[in-house]
């Protein structure tokens, strides 16, 4: 059975910095792109960001203004997303995910872990 978990989220100020962690289990991780998205309140889900298998290409929508960065540990079944300078506008429950492809089309990814909460104050 497949396991997405997410964790680090939690409460900071604006301009503070947070990582959040994935951890997979019950696939063979290195086989999926993994990807970041949020979704706040009322808001449809929005992509923060991807991650190819092997990790050496990322890929984040424009709106992100280069402040975040993804990374992954293959050997851990871990991928992080470090969330830099956070707006309030950040606040969101976060969520990874594993697919086959890298998109930012949430129904391209197959499976998906329960969200970690980010509430920025200002």
């Known amino acids: 059975q497949v396991h997405l978990v997410e964790s680090g989220g939690g409460l900071v100020q604006a301009g503070d910095s947070l990582k959040l962690s994935c951890a997979a289990s019950g696939l063979r991780f290195s086989s999926y792109v993994v990807g970041w998205f949020r979704q706040a309140p009322g808001k449809e889900r929005e992509f923060v960001a991807s991650?190819?298998?092997?990790?050496?290409?990322?890929y984040f929508p424009n709106s992100m203004n280069g402040r975040f960065t993804i990374s992954r540990d293959n050997a851990k079944n871990m991928v992080y997303l470090l969330l830099n300078s956070l707006k309030p506008e950040d606040a969101a429950t976060y969520y990874c995910?594993?697919?086959?492809?890298?998109?930012?089309?949430?129904?391209?990814?197959?499976?998906w872990g329960q969200g970690t909460q980010v509430t920025v104050s200002s």
């Open positions: 995910a594993a697919g086959s492809r890298p998109t930012n089309k949430p129904s391209a990814y197959h499976y």
């Open positions: 991650i190819s298998f092997s990790g050496d290409s990322t």
